[in-house]
């Protein structure tokens, strides 16, 4: 599958920061359980490759990848590690290259309309737009439709419950990433039943 099929299949992205690596796997059950198996595991925990590794083995139903990915080693060490798609803030064209040299699926995060019109000349036409809530949201969103006609996107950073039916319900996005559907408190708490509950109520949102 490449990214936009992948990002396709659901209309949200668990963004996953995870401490403990005993968390892993019955985060991610929940999570599948709720309806959300495309999960995307970020590069900020000392845990997270082994977390991500652990998820690819244990959780067949899940589609794992590696987010806030910023080198082209962090990337092949994602893929090692079984990621099936990775994910990036935004990019440079050394990793731009590496990921397609790894023909791993990848989702590159933008910011302005300059940065999206390097990486679709790269050929990248699905594109992460982040932080969203700060960069405009979803007035920047419908400003880019005209402009960067065929490209679209998945934003993420600052959407919750509340707004996420939103973002979705504009053309030019695919689905959105959150952290909402696996509040801290919970995953320290073990509440894998919480986690499963607001995900199926995000797996319900539903596009136009």
């Given at each position: 599958?490449?990214?936009?099929?992948?990002?396709?299949?659901?209309?949200?992205?668990?963004?996953?920061?995870?401490?403990?690596?005993?968390?892993?796997?019955?985060?991610?059950?929940?999570?599948?359980?709720?309806?959300?198996?495309?999960?995307?595991?970020?590069?900020?925990?000392?845990?997270?490759?082994?977390?991500?590794?652990?998820?690819?083995?244990?959780?067949?139903?899940?589609?794992?990848?590696?987010?806030?990915?910023?080198?082209?080693?962090?990337?092949?060490?994602?893929?090692?590690?079984?990621?099936?798609f990775?994910?990036?803030?935004?990019?440079?064209?050394?990793?731009?290259?590496?990921?397609?040299a790894?023909?791993?699926?990848?989702?590159?995060g933008?910011?302005?309309?300059?940065?999206?019109?390097?990486?679709?000349?790269?050929?990248?036409?699905?594109?992460?737009?982040?932080?969203?809530?700060?960069?405009?949201?979803?007035?920047?969103?419908?400003?880019?439709?005209?402009?960067?006609?065929?490209?679209?996107?998945?934003?993420?950073?600052?959407?919750?419950?509340?707004?996420?039916?939103?973002?979705?319900?504009?053309?030019?996005?695919?689905?959105?990433?959150?952290?909402?559907?696996?509040?801290?408190?919970?995953?320290?708490?073990?509440?894998?039943?919480?986690?499963?509950?607001?995900?199926?109520?995000?797996?319900?949102?539903?596009?136009?």
């Amino acid at each position: 599958m490449d990214m936009l099929a992948i990002a396709g299949s659901v209309p949200v992205i668990p963004v996953l920061t995870i401490e403990r690596l005993a968390d892993a796997v019955p985060l991610a059950r929940a999570l599948v359980r709720g309806g959300l198996p495309v999960l995307e595991i970020t590069l900020r925990t000392e845990s997270a490759l082994d977390a991500l590794k652990a998820i690819a083995t244990e959780v067949p139903d899940a589609v794992v990848g590696a987010g806030t990915v910023l080198t082209s080693d962090q990337l092949d060490r994602a893929k090692a590690s079984g990621a099936q798609f990775a994910v990036s803030p935004g990019c440079t064209a050394g990793l731009a290259a590496a990921a397609v040299a790894a023909k791993l699926p990848f989702l590159p995060g933008v910011q302005t309309i300059s940065e999206a019109m390097t990486l679709v000349d790269q050929g990248f036409r699905f594109l992460k737009f982040f932080p969203a809530g700060a960069a405009g949201g979803l007035d920047w969103l419908r400003s880019a439709a005209a402009p960067l006609a065929g490209v679209r996107f998945c934003p993420t950073g600052g959407i919750g419950a509340d707004n996420a039916a939103a973002f979705l319900a504009l053309s030019n996005v695919v689905c959105v990433g959150g952290s909402w559907v696996a509040p801290r408190i919970s995953v320290a708490a073990g509440d894998w039943a919480e986690v499963e509950r607001l995900a199926a109520a995000a797996a319900r949102v539903k596009r136009p």
